[in-house]
């Protein structure tokens, strides 16, 4: 079974710095890119940030030069190191990896994590 759980959110002030972890399971982890979406009141859940099993990173217009996605191929885990911090940013965070396996296909979503800006 696939599993991905966040942690990290919180609240900060505007300008201010995060750092969100995500550890997966059930996968061969250096096998699949992983995505960071997040999804703000009202809105659409939307692609922030993506690495590859190769390490190359895209990421979202509005997060650029601010948000640095990193994964750790030894301890299965993805983050998402968030700077200059905007009430905008406001959302719940969530991790996902979808790919397919001998046994099938797979979309996995964590729980999300909260991160709040505002003063």
């Known amino acids: 079974q696939v599993q991905t759980v966040e942690s990290g959110g919180d609240l900060v002030q505007p300008g201010g710095s995060l750092r969100l972890s995500c550890k997966a399971s059930g996968i061969i982890f250096s096998a699949y890119a992983m995505n960071w979406y997040r999804q703000a009141p009202g809105k659409q859940r939307e692609l922030v940030a993506t690495?590859?099993?190769?390490?190359?990173?895209k990421y979202a217009d509005s997060v650029k030069g601010r948000f640095t996605i990193s994964r750790d191929f030894n301890n299965n885990s993805v983050y998402l190191q968030m700077h200059m911090l905007k009430p905008e940013d406001t959302a719940v965070y969530y991790c996902?990896?979808?790919?397919?396996?001998?046994?099938?296909?797979?979309?996995?979503w964590g729980q999300g994590t909260q991160v709040t800006v505002s003063s």
């Open positions: 996902n990896v979808k790919g397919v396996t001998t046994t099938g296909s797979f979309d996995s």
């Open positions: 690495i590859d099993n190769g390490s190359l990173t």
